[in-house]
């Protein structure tokens, strides 16, 4: 089995905290990329919108994510070894390999399955993680232990 990423937040207030910390740096990442692609301020001001600096933060905050990667044999041991989570996995029962993250504070752990090629199904993963465990919270009402599940878009 292996590990990627360091973030598995144990509470909603500690998701929270890291992804507004990622701001700042998606700002200077964006920023940094407008002055390569050498952007005058006007088109700097036209094309860097805060939609696009959004996207740049939710990225970086996904690309932290802790995943596992193993056997389908190790994924159902880990899947024993915690009952409380709810589990839904993404993709055929019939491959051999599995990447999972595991949220703590929402007791949920989203997999998906991949048979060679487990960089892709990591950033899957990472991808519809975000979208369905973190930003609906950050999103929503603040009533972060109402379980809402809303989705990140198609399952891939």
Known sequence: MESQGTLSPASIEEARAAFEAAGPTAQRVVRETAKA???DREEYRERVTSDVVERVRNALFADR????TGSRAEFESWVEDHPDYDVETIGSDDVDRIAWHAAPFAETALAATFQ????????TLRRQAFGRLYRPRFEG??????????AGGPDR
Not at 65 to 68: D, K, P, T
Not at 141 to 150: K, Q, S
């Open 65 to 68: 994510l802790a995943v596992r």
């Open 141 to 150: 009402d603040g009533d972060e232990n109402d379980g809402a599940d809303a």
């Open 116 to 123: 060679n090629e487990p960089e892709a199904a990591v950033e």
């Open 37 to 39: 692609m050498e952007f």
